[in-house]
């Protein structure tokens, strides 16, 4: 959607321009896994004074309700969308609803229209949130595993380990996220969510981020311009061959030299708190499960009016935004809605 879809109907041959082919593969290498990270970290705080049985309890409450109700209501919408723009369904969206679960989408012009979008975000961290639950008990009983925090192998040990994740599994398994199929993003988010639930723990590995936040952003700049040059200079080709594997090495380093950066500078310069802070909370969660909707509706739209592919891309995320912000508002006096979405009541700082 994010590149195509702004490009022309549904041609996946077609990237749009460079500048923009460049901007989402530059987020693709650091952004989820910066939010896996960001999520072990706050299971450190969730798991105080709770057991690991009541942990996934309130895991499948915010993760598996919500994934539920917008695999009902709000995907079918999307996959609306995607079918009108392939050219596999012609009609308006209460006809296609019986036909979204006929099948499971493969791609352009596959007959099945059933995926779970954007979604398996909330699927994946559930079942990590699940997996890890006793391990994360056991150490905070027990003590955290010794960490060579504040030397050079802090930074780079999870370097490596990420880059020979990403090396050994990416070339099998590209990135098709159904959970049960899908070794590379497993054992790549995995790390994250773990390393990140010890950085939550302990807050000598926070520090440190913020020590080697530099080091880590010339790691992660560094290793992206390496595997970009990799793609321009080398017949990088699909499956276990040797340029492509260099190519997912260094789309390891730079996932975590990006992430790292992303936490030391976070730390040292988004402390502060205020009504800001508090809005940016509210509207996360809602952002993330709706904003694809308004987002894949605009782009849609917007594809027969002739405005450059720059215009349509701003005009799509302005409409998003705006979009995922007014039902913010109005959800937070919807009680059931406000909880489903993590939002706070009126008055709350």
Excluded: K
Aim: charged share 15%; proline share 4%; hydrophobic share 55%.
């Amino acid at each position: 959607m994010r590149d195509a879809v702004l490009a022309g109907h549904g041609l996946y041959g077609r990237f749009g321009p460079d500048a923009l082919r460049l901007f989402t593969v530059f987020l693709d290498n650091g952004f989820m896994h910066l939010l896996f990270f960001v999520s072990g970290m706050a299971t450190a705080r969730s798991l105080r004074g709770r057991s690991a049985r009541a942990f996934i309890g309130e895991r499948a409450r915010r993760l598996l309700l919500p994934f539920g109700l917008m695999l009902l209501l709000v995907i079918p919408v999307q996959a609306w969308f995607r079918a009108l723009d392939f050219g596999t369904f012609r009609g308006g969206f209460l006809a296609f609803y019986p036909h979204f679960f006929e099948g499971v989408s493969a791609g352009p012009g596959s007959p099945g229209h059933f995926d779970w979008g954007h979604l398996w975000f909330l699927l994946y961290l559930f079942a990590f949130s699940a997996a890890t639950a006793a391990l994360f008990q056991r150490w905070r009983r027990r003590g955290l595993p010794a960490l060579p925090v504040g030397t050079a192998a802090g930074v780079l040990v999870p370097a490596m380990w990420i880059a020979l994740l990403e090396a050994v599994f990416r070339p099998g398994w590209p990135g098709y996220q159904n959970l049960v199929d899908d070794w590379a993003n497993v054992s790549v988010y995995l790390s994250f969510f773990v390393l990140g639930h010890l950085a939550g723990a302990d807050v000598r590995l926070a520090e440190a981020a913020e020590r080697a936040r530099f080091a880590a952003l010339a790691l992660g700049l560094g290793a992206f311009a390496a595997r970009l040059g990799c793609y321009e200079w080398l017949a990088v080709g699909d499956g276990y061959q040797a340029a492509n594997m260099l190519a997912q090495f260094l789309r390891g380093l730079a996932a975590w030299g990006l992430v790292l950066a992303a936490i030391g500078f976070g730390r040292r310069h988004l402390t502060a708190t205020g009504r800001m802070l508090g809005l940016a909370r509210d509207l996360s969660f809602p952002l993330y499960l709706l904003h694809f909707v308004p987002l894949t509706a605009a782009t849609y739209l917007l594809l027969g009016t002739g405005l450059g592919v720059w215009t349509r891309w701003a005009l799509s995320v302005l409409i998003a935004w705006a979009a995922v912000a007014l039902c913010t508002v109005v959800f937070r006096h919807v009680p059931p809605l406000r909880a489903l979405f993590g939002i706070r009541a009126s008055g709350r700082g």
